[in-house]
């Protein structure tokens, strides 16, 4: 057999080795890219439990919640109801931006974004300082996302005849 010939053969081989490991290197990426992800946003979510946890009176941001009928309504108490709806506004714009610009959404990642913003029209459908807030700071967040939260909350405030 030719040397030429089996150099041939090998770097045929090697090449297609090459791209089998290029493509399974590829899918784990994506693969794990996603679920990186999605331990991120689930740890801010515990976070915001723990300050739930921390202070149960937060929980009078939700215009319907008990609590909110027996929190004292003194300047401390309603900047830390603000600092807790803005960090809603900036975790929602961390997943918006994830399954808007981060990746190519697959079937999977439709359903996961269809879950969060279910989410996200519960929160502001039960949170009218979340409502007024954004509105007052629309101009501090990527447009697309801030697009994103108007249409949310047209359709929240159409929703309650606002």
């Given at each position: 057999m030719d040397i030429n010939l089996i150099t041939f053969i090998i770097s045929i081989?090697?090449?297609?080795?090459?791209?089998?490991?290029?493509?399974?290197?590829?899918?784990?990426?994506?693969?794990s890219i996603r679920n990186e992800a999605r331990m991120e946003h689930n740890k801010l979510m515990l976070e915001i439990d723990q300050m739930y946890i921390d202070d149960p009176d937060l929980w009078s941001i939700y215009d319907d919640h008990p609590i909110g009928k027996h929190v004292e309504t003194t300047p401390l108490k309603r900047g830390k109801k603000e600092a807790l709806v803005y960090y809603y506004?900036?975790?929602?714009?961390i997943i918006f931006d994830f399954y808007h610009k981060q990746i190519v959404m697959n079937v999977n990642d439709r359903k996961d974004w269809e879950s969060w913003r279910a989410f996200i029209m519960h929160f502001f459908a039960s949170c009218s300082l979340a409502r007024n807030l954004f509105k007052?700071?629309?101009?501090?967040?990527?447009?697309?996302?801030?697009?994103f939260l108007a249409d949310v909350i047209q359709e929240v405030e159409t929703k309650k005849g606002a």
């Open positions: 081989v090697s090449l297609l080795i090459s791209g089998v490991v290029a493509i399974f290197t590829y899918r784990y990426n994506r693969i506004l900036n975790y929602f714009d007052e700071s629309t101009e501090w967040y990527d447009e697309k996302y801030a697009t």
